[in-house]
């Protein structure tokens, strides 16, 4: 009983520990990522529906637009996608 007790610990520490970091971690207050409702009106035309693009930001890091989807557990950031699925990203400069 005591060695079934022992396995279960460690299998709920594993698991807490693997699941730890898999959130999206919002930024700072003063970060240009988290400026959300500056998307341009093609974006939003471009957007596939069921994403919430009132929530929708430009990620510098990457150069594409990511959206809030809040689940049932939590919320994260996904990108946001084009019918096809494309993810919409602004154009780099060569």
Not at 32 to 43: L, T
Request: hydrophobic share 45%; proline share 9%; charged share 20%.
């Amino acid at each position: 009983m005591r060695v079934l007790m022992l396995k279960q610990k460690i299998m709920v520490a594993v698991a807490l520990s693997l699941t730890a970091g898999c959130a999206v971690q919002p930024t700072g207050p003063g970060d240009a990522a988290d400026q959300r409702g500056n998307v341009p009106e093609a974006v939003i035309a471009m957007a596939a529906p069921d994403q919430d693009v009132a929530t929708a930001r430009l990620v510098p890091e990457d150069g594409c637009y990511w959206y809030e989807h809040s689940g049932p557990v939590e919320t994260t950031l996904l990108p946001l996608r084009t019918a096809n699925g494309n993810p919409i990203c602004v154009a780099r400069e060569a």
